[in-house]
């Protein structure tokens, strides 16, 4: 059986849009937005069409059931990852000899090597 790895959806959107926004003759269309996957409908006489019309856009595409990276970082979810990692950090920290995990400096990293790695100092400028 073959399977794929769908990409992780940074953005999703969904609205109505103005034909204009400096006449008082306008249309609307709605827009739905995905990740990369831009979606119009048709352009309504009311808002309240296109609002209507931007509803059936998300239920067809099932917009309210489709999570971005965003979202998963929030909530419960969000917080249980960012306690793994403070977790993973911390053990990092401490391999690499710095006991003072609540030292100031330390804030500065996102993450550490098992090992320090020399600089070279051979630049020729």
């Not at 769908?6 to 990740?35: D, F, M």
């Not at 909530?75 to 995990?101: F, P």
């Not at 609540?102 to 051979?122: C, D, Q, R, W, Y």
Request: net charge negative; with cysteine; proline share 3%.
């Amino acid at each position: 059986m073959i399977s794929t790895k769908r990409k992780k959806i940074s953005l999703k959107k969904s609205q109505v849009v103005p034909s204009n926004y400096h006449l008082e003759e306008k249309q609307y269309a709605p827009l739905v937005i995905i990740g990369d996957n831009i979606t119009w409908g048709a352009w309504c006489d009311t808002k309240e069409e296109a609002e209507l019309r931007l509803s059936c856009l998300e239920i067809g595409f099932d917009y309210h059931n489709i999570s971005t990276v965003e979202e998963e970082n929030t909530g419960k979810e969000g917080a249980r990852r960012q306690s793994e990692r403070v977790r993973i950090m911390n053990e990092l920290y401490i391999k690499d000899g710095r006991d003072d995990i609540n030292h100031p400096m330390h804030a500065l990293f996102t993450g550490l090597v098992s090992k320090n790695e020399p600089i070279s100092n051979n630049n020729s400028e």
